[in-house]
């Protein structure tokens, strides 16, 4: 292809996206917007198959029945998106063999936040409430994103992330309604995993090399510190009707801006959990390579059995 007609095919590209129209896998796009939503979505996909692992470590011991098929249901949940959003980078040209490489030699990235040990029932409140919270938050901006089959994986998504954060909600209403004790371990869910929430919007705007180019093309519809601030926003007064503190004593309502202003990240944390070295990253990788490779003898069963199934065609056919 000539440069000019690469340059007609950028100029009908952008048109479309600042009229707004959805961009289809089959559609012309700029290799680097390929690219980006390649690296996006897959590391959105990652996220929610290692994020199984610190809820599934509590199906066994969930306190009551209820709490156990609601949080199986979570869980089985974070899979589902997971399948969506790797079958949505998959329309962008790379496979799911590839991808799945990707996250098992350490190439690609997840969440941050899934680095975090689930050490109390309290946890699995918390991570519904503040972690649900977070993502739905980040997923409903992502509803609108200029690509059709990741935009349309977001409703079904957020749809159900809403039900992950009222469960989260509940759970930690009950504790917060219940004895001294059970109130005291609400707080501490709380103050280890406040920070590492924040932590999820990724690194501020300043710092963020992605954000500038991918609000450009509406893949981000929000910066990361505008989502970050909106859901402290919302997440404070959901606090103040538990009765429980937000760890952080520079928070504070400013009326001026109608915000709450928020004291600072620890960012040398934050990457240091990025680059592998957090309280679980190492355990999350060995879950989730265990899992693959005792997991080969379905993959090659499930081949030998499509294998078999094309053949009895063919052989029907001729
Ligand atoms: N953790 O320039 P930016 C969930 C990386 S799903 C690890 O700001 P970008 C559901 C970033 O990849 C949670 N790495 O990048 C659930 C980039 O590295 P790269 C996941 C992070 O992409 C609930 C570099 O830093 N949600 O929770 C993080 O424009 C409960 C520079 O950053 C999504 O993935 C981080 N927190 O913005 C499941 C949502 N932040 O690739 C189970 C979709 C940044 O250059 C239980 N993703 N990095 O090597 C997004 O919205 C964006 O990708 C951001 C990052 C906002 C995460």
Request: proline share 17%; aromatic share 14%; glycine share 6%.
């Given at each position: 292809m000539s440069e000019k007609e690469v340059k007609n095919l950028e100029a009908i590209f952008e048109a479309r996206i600042a009229r707004d129209e959805k961009i289809e896998p089959k559609d012309w796009m700029p290799e680097k917007y390929r690219q980006t939503h390649i690296r996006q979505i897959s590391q959105h996909a990652h996220s929610e198959i290692v994020g199984m692992l610190p809820e599934g470590n509590w199906i066994t011991r969930a306190p009551s029945l209820r709490r156990k098929a609601a949080l199986l249901a979570k869980v089985q949940d974070e899979a589902g998106h997971g399948l969506y959003l790797y079958s949505a980078t998959e329309t962008l040209g790379i496979s799911r063999e590839e991808l799945f490489d990707q996250l098992h030699s350490g190439k690609a990235k997840y969440s941050?936040?899934?680095?975090?040990?689930?050490?109390?029932?309290?946890d699995i409140g918390a991570i519904g409430w503040l972690v649900d919270g977070a993502a739905i938050i980040n997923q409903v901006a992502l509803c609108t994103t200029s690509f059709g089959p990741y935009a349309r994986a977001m409703v079904r998504i957020c749809k159900e992330e809403s039900f992950h954060q009222r469960q989260g909600y509940e759970i930690m209403l009950t504790l917060c309604n219940g004895t001294p004790e059970q109130k005291a371990m609400a707080q501490d869910a709380l103050n280890r995993w406040w920070w590492p929430s924040l932590m999820m919007?990724?690194?501020?705007d300043a710092d963020s090399p992605h954000t500038e180019q991918s609000m450009k093309w509406k893949?981000?519809?929000?910066t990361n510190d505008e989502l970050r601030q909106q859901f402290v926003d919302q997440t404070v007064p959901q606090a103040d009707i538990l009765g429980i503190?937000?760890?952080?004593?520079?928070?504070k309502f400013n009326p001026e801006t109608g915000h709450y202003d928020f004291g600072e990240i620890d960012w040398d944390e934050f990457w240091q959990v990025v680059k592998g070295?957090?309280?679980?990253n190492k355990e999350r990788m060995e879950a989730r390579v265990g899992a693959w490779e005792r997991g080969s003898w379905v993959r090659e069963a499930a081949m030998a059995y499509a294998e078999k199934q094309a053949k009895k065609k063919v052989a029907k056919a001729s």
């Open positions: 941050s936040i899934f680095n975090y040990p689930s050490v109390t029932w309290a919007f990724g690194p501020r893949l981000k519809r929000k503190t937000v760890p952080d004593p520079d928070l070295h957090g309280p679980c």
